[in-house]
């Protein structure tokens, strides 16, 4: 599935760092930076990550052969049940990365929304409030960072809840 990027006059272009530290081992990144020029940058991973879970890719970005490369590809947008279980499943596999010791790279279109509701639920996953999660990926990545409102919705709701609630159809539909 192809994904589309919504841009409003309120958001910003892509963050100032191809990728940032969240928490220890775990990195949340995207397909595209500003220099501290101001230029438009591709991001290319290469072999600094042992796990690179992309959300939204595009050739020639990496990672490099022999890294491992889960893609779970989903929009920045409203998600179905499918696509939240493998949101959750994503997250999952981070977090056990993570605690193996693994350098993981979790990354979209930006680095803002997808990547951050994977790595907040990996965050949650461990243990971490969900406020706090919250609050690490946006103070670690960028203060745009989960501005996907219904991402936020997600987080608090609990992934579970939301994946049941989306895969309720109405009688008449």
Request: charged residues 10%.
């Given at each position: 599935m192809k994904t589309r990027r919504k841009d409003g006059p309120d958001l910003p272009g892509p963050p100032e760092a191809p990728w940032n530290e969240v928490a220890p081992g775990l990195w949340m990144?995207?397909?595209y930076w500003h220099d501290p020029a101001g230029e438009l940058r591709f991001v290319c991973v290469g072999a600094e990550f042992d796990l690179v879970v992309s959300l939204y890719t595009a050739p020639g970005h990496g990672p490099a052969p022999g890294v491992e490369h889960l893609v779970a590809e989903v929009p920045d947008g409203p998600l179905d049940a499918e696509q939240l279980a493998a949101v959750q499943?994503?997250?999952?596999?981070?977090?056990?990365a993570v605690a193996a010791g693994r350098r993981v790279l979790v990354r979209c279109h930006s680095g803002y929304n997808r990547s951050g509701l994977v790595v907040a639920q990996a965050l949650?996953?461990?243990?971490?409030?969900?406020?706090e999660a919250i609050r690490r990926v946006r103070a670690r990545r960028s203060p745009w960072a989960l501005n996907n409102e219904l991402f936020v919705a997600y987080l608090e709701t609990?992934?579970?809840?939301?994946?049941?609630?989306?895969?309720?159809?109405?009688p008449w539909g």
């Open positions: 990144g995207g397909h499943a994503a997250a999952e596999y981070t977090a056990t949650i996953g461990v243990g971490t409030d969900t406020a609990g992934l579970d809840t939301a994946r049941l609630l989306s895969s309720l159809t109405a």
